[in-house]
C-alpha cells in the first residue's frame, strides 16, 4: 500500500495519460460524449457483470450496476461496465462446473487487457462468484465482490418451500408413491418467486457467504433478499468504496490471506455449508498463492457446532437468515475463534464487520452454546479407496449411517444409474453401498451435481429414506444425504473407485474419518494392472483443453497452467 499522502500512480495513465498517437486512440474512441476532464486523473473503475437471460439467478444483476455506479461517480471515479461469460447452475450442460475455469479465463483476461484501475465483481449463481474471485486474484488489481443476493421465500398453503431443497424431498416423494405428480408441480411456479439465487443455504449462498467471510465483501453482503433495497444500497455504497481502494492500493492479495480463509471455513461449519465450497476456495486459495489444503477443511472446521438453522441442515431459509443477523451475526457468535484482525476489502480489519452485531432470533442463529449440532463442519476422509481423499457433510447425513458396512452395488456411468435404478430385481438393499463412477474432472467431464444419487424406487415403496452413496461426483449445496462426494484420483485416471466390483464390502467410517475397501492389497493391485484407461469423453476445444489440465478435486479442480497469478501488467501496445 502506498505511503499515505502519496498518490497512487493509476495503471490507466498508460492508455489516458500522454500525447502519443496511442494515447489519442484510446482517448477518442473512449469519450462518446464524456467531458475531457473524465481522462485526466481519475480512477477507471470496470464493473464486471455476469448478468444473462439465461443464467436465471444473474438476471437481475443489470439493476445492480446503475447503483453501482452512482457510487462510483459520486466518489470521483469513472464506471465502465463490461460483461463476461455467465453460468446459469440449472440450465447449463453437461455442468456448469465444467466451464468454471472457462469464466475465470474470461474475467481475468477481461480485467488485465482493459484500461481499468479497479473492478467491481456481480456475480449470484454457484460457479459465477468463485469464478469471478478466481480471475479478479489472478489479476490482483483493487476489487470488491456484490453477489445477487437469494430469492423471496416461496410458500404454497402457508408452507415455505426451500428452492431445490424441498424439491429433492418432494421429487422422493412422486416415486415412492406419497405425492401426486399434479401436486408435485404445482409447486413449480411458487418455489421460484423472486429474483435472486436459491435460497436455503446452497453452493450459491454458501459461496455468498464465503467471500463476505474472507472480507472481500462490505458487511450483510451475503444474505440480503435479491429483490431487498439494502441491496441497492449496498451497490451504491461498494461503488464509493472501490474508488477508495484505488487511492489505498488495497489489492486482493492484501484480503484473500491465509487468516482470512481460515476464517472462511469456520464460518463455512458454522452455516452448514455446502461441499462444493471446498473445491472453490483451494482453487482461490491457489490463486494467490495460499498453501491451503483439504486436510484443513478437517484439522480447521470439522469439529465446530452448527449455528446456523437453515436449510438443507436446518429448517429456515436465507430471508429468515437475513432477518436474523446474517453473516455478521455468525461471526460474532464465533468471534473468539476467528482472527479478527484480517483484513477486508472496507480498509478495516475483520473484526470491525461483525463488531455490535448479535444474532436477533436465537432459532434461526444459534450461539456456540446451545448450537443445532455440536460437530458438523465437512469431514475429509481418507483410506484405500481415496487416497487423496474424499468429503462428507455430517450436518446433511443421517447419523445411524455415519458409520456402516455395506456390500457396493456399482454404476459406470451416471446413465448406466438411471437404467437401473428403478429395476424392480434390482439387488439392493438399505444396507447396500452405492457407487457412482465416470463422474469426476475428467471422467465426465466437470464434476456434475449427480453424487446425491436417488434411492431405488423399491426402496423408497418400503419406507427407506437415506442410504450411504460414493462416488467421484458433486452434489448441489442444496442436497442432503449420507454422500460421499469428491472421491479422489477419480475413477477416469484409475482411482480406486475405477476398481470396485458390486459385491465388495466397503466401510464407511466418518468418526474415524475412514473410507475403506475391504479386499486385500494384493487383490486391489491385480485389479488395478489389469484396469484400462478410457479413451477421453472429448477431443477438441475447451472440453478437451479441460480434460487434459485440470487437477483432481483435493487441489481444487483449477487448470494446472492457472495455478498462481500473472499480475496486471500488459507490456505490449495493440497499435
Not at 469513472?78 to 450442460?93: D, R, W
Not at 492479495?253 to 461449519?269: D, G, H, Q, W, Y
Not at 465416470?438 to 456434475?448: I, K
Not at 484409475?494 to 465388495?504: F, S, Y
Request: glycine letters at 10%; hydrophobic letters at 40%; charged letters at 20%.
Amino acid at each position: 500500500m502506498p505511503v499515505e499522502g502519496t498518490p497512487v500512480q493509476l495503471r490507466t495513465a498508460h492508455w489516458y495519460g500522454g500525447q502519443s498517437r496511442d494515447n489519442y486512440i484510446h482517448r477518442s474512441w473512449m469519450k462518446r460524449g464524456l467531458p475531457d476532464d473524465v481522462f485526466s486523473g481519475r480512477p477507471m473503475i470496470g464493473i464486471c457483470n455476469s448478468a444473462s437471460e439465461l443464467a436465471p439467478c444473474n438476471q437481475h444483476l443489470d439493476d445492480l450496476v446503475e447503483h453501482v455506479k452512482r457510487g462510483v461517480w459520486e466518489s470521483g471515479g469513472v464506471p465502465f461496465e463490461f460483461p463476461v461469460m455467465s453460468l446459469g447452475e440449472t440450465q447449463i450442460q453437461p455442468t456448469s462446473m465444467l466451464l468454471r475455469n472457462l469464466m475465470a479465463m474470461d474475467v481475468e483476461e477481461s480485467i488485465r487487457g482493459n484500461p481499468i484501475d479497479a473492478v467491481v465483481l456481480l456475480a449470484g449463481c454457484d460457479k459465477t462468484t468463485p469464478a469471478m474471485v478466481m480471475g479478479a486474484a489472478s489479476v490482483d488489481l483493487p476489487a470488491l465482490m456484490i453477489t445477487g443476493g437469494p430469492m423471496l421465500t416461496g410458500r404454497l398453503e402457508g408452507r415455505a418451500l426451500g428452492s431445490a431443497t424441498d424439491m429433492w424431498r418432494m421429487s422422493e416423494e412422486v416415486r415412492a408413491g406419497t405425492l401426486s405428480e399434479e401436486d408435485f408441480i404445482a409447486t413449480e411456479s411458487v418455489m421460484t418467486r423472486s429474483a435472486g439465487h436459491c435460497n436455503p443455504m446452497g453452493t450459491a449462498s454458501t459461496m455468498a457467504s464465503m467471500v463476505e467471510a474472507l472480507g472481500f465483501t462490505l458487511p450483510d453482503n451475503a444474505a440480503i433478499p435479491a429483490p431487498d433495497a439494502r441491496r441497492r444500497r449496498l451497490a451504491h455504497l461498494s461503488g464509493r468504496r472501490i474508488v477508495e481502494m484505488v487511492h489505498e492500493d488495497l489489492r486482493p492479495s492484501a484480503v484473500l490471506t491465509r487468516p482470512a480463509f481460515e476464517n472462511a471455513i469456520k464460518v463455512l461449519s458454522a452455516v452448514g455449508g455446502s461441499t462444493n465450497a471446498v473445491i472453490h476456495l483451494l482453487a482461490i486459495a491457489g490463486r494467490v498463492g495460499v498453501d491451503l489444503t483439504l486436510d484443513d477443511f478437517d484439522r480447521i472446521g470439522s469439529r465446530l457446532p452448527l449455528l446456523a438453522n437453515v436449510m438443507p441442515a436446518g429448517k429456515f431459509l436465507m430471508e429468515d437468515f437475513f432477518e436474523a443477523g446474517g453473516i455478521p451475526a455468525v461471526m460474532a457468535e464465533l468471534s473468539d475463534i476467528l482472527d479478527g484482525d484480517a483484513l477486508a476489502v472496507t480498509g478495516q480489519q475483520i473484526r470491525e464487520h461483525w463488531a455490535g452485531r448479535t444474532s436477533w432470533n436465537r432459532e434461526v442463529i444459534r450461539p456456540m452454546t446451545d448450537p443445532i449440532m455440536p460437530e458438523a463442519g465437512i469431514v475429509v476422509l481418507r483410506g484405500n479407496l481415496c487416497p487423496q481423499g474424499a468429503v462428507v457433510k455430517p450436518s446433511a447425513a443421517s447419523p445411524e449411517l455415519l458409520e456402516h458396512c455395506g456390500p457396493a452395488l456399482v454404476f459406470d456411468t451416471i446413465e448406466d444409474f438411471k437404467a437401473r435404478i428403478d429395476d424392480p430385481d434390482l439387488d439392493v438393499t438399505a444396507e447396500t453401498v452405492m457407487v457412482l463412477r465416470g463422474c469426476g474432472p475428467r471422467g465426465y467431464p466437470g464434476m456434475p451435481e449427480v453424487g446425491n444419487m436417488p434411492l431405488p424406487a423399491k426402496l423408497l415403496a418400503q419406507g427407506v429414506t437415506d442410504m450411504v452413496r460414493i462416488s467421484d461426483a458433486r452434489m448441489s449445496g442444496t442436497a442432503y444425504g449420507t454422500v460421499v462426494l469428491h472421491t479422489a484420483p477419480e475413477s477416469a485416471v484409475g482411482g480406486p473407485l475405477a476398481l470396485v466390483l458390486t459385491g465388495d464390502m466397503i466401510t464407511l467410517d466418518v468418526p474415524g474419518r475412514s473410507l475403506t475397501l475391504d479386499i486385500d492389497d494384493a487383490e486391489l493391485d491385480r485389479r488395478r494392472a489389469e484396469w484400462q484407461e478410457p479413451p477421453p469423453v472429448a477431443t477438441r476445444g475447451w472440453y478437451r483443453l479441460y480434460i487434459d489440465h485440470v487437477t483432481q478435486a483435493d487441489t481444487g479442480c483449477d487448470l494446472d497452467f492457472l495455478i498462481g497469478s500473472s499480475g496486471s501488467t500488459i507490456s505490449r501496445e495493440s497499435h
